[in-house]
């Protein structure tokens, strides 16, 4: 079955600790994007990556950092230096970065709570 | 930059029609989506549109006027699982595929 996965769905953590969302994929998509999502808005585009090994800040890169050794895998590291770390994260992929209709399919999301 | 305005909640009657519209203003234009998102689910993609006029898929329609920078999304004999967030995203020319997303519009469909 080809999709993407998150985990876990539902993650708790008290405030000063980082912590690190999976995002993995194997649609084959070259472009991979992180989300966050507060209630009743929409998405904001926090770091976004067009092939391995390169990733680009998105609106709202600060207190988050990026990886992306392999093509199905782009985790998401949520450090203590961002200040309202509570949210949905939703995690995207896309066929190709620049050309074409190409729509972005979603993970299921993961729910941080940070006490 | 890219700004997106959507209304923020509607409520309409199962089996009726219902218009989600949205107004954007960007530097550059390459294409608007509308995705479908169930409370506390993903988005899912609805529709694409990248050239002016009306793009039909069964129940839902969407179209677009780039020279007024709007777009609405048509939905027909509403169900009650039609009630959901709809978001409008606009992906700018030169920012390989990323997309703004309007904040999304809340629609309740009831019996």
């Known amino acids: 079955d080809g999709g993407i996965t998150q985990s876990p769905k539902y993650l708790f953590r008290k405030e000063g600790q980082n912590v690190t969302l999976s995002c993995e994929q194997n649609?084959?998509?070259?472009?991979m994007y992180w989300y966050r999502q507060d209630p009743g808005q929409g998405l904001r585009l926090i770091y976004y990556?067009?092939?391995?090994?390169?990733?680009q800040k998105g609106d709202i890169a600060e207190g988050y950092s990026v990886s992306r050794e392999k093509k199905e895998s782009f985790p998401l590291t949520v450090t203590s230096a961002q200040k309202n770390p509570t949210a949905f994260y939703l995690c995207a992929s896309s066929p190709e970065a620049r050309s074409g209709p190409h729509e972005q399919y979603f993970g299921p999301g993961t729910r941080l709570t940070v006490t | 930059g890219q700004n997106i305005d959507q209304p923020t909640e509607m409520t309409a009657t199962e089996g009726a029609i219902v218009q989600i519209n949205c107004t954007y203003q960007?530097?550059?234009?390459?294409?608007l989506f509308w995705y479908q998102q169930h409370a506390g689910e993903a988005p899912t993609f609805l529709s694409y549109n990248v050239l002016d006029g009306l793009e039909e898929k069964g129940r839902f329609s969407s179209f677009l006027s780039r020279s007024k920078g709007y777009s609405y999304l048509l939905l027909k004999e509403l169900q009650m699982k039609d009630s959901a967030s709809y978001l409008c995203?606009?992906?700018?020319?030169?920012?390989?595929?990323?997309?703004?997303f309007g904040d999304g519009t809340t629609l309740t469909v009831k019996p």
């Open positions: 649609l084959n998509h070259d472009a």
């Open positions: 995203a606009v992906r700018g020319f030169s920012n390989a595929g990323k997309s703004t």
């Open positions: 990556s067009q092939i391995v090994n390169d990733f």
């Open positions: 960007t530097s550059g234009f390459n294409g």
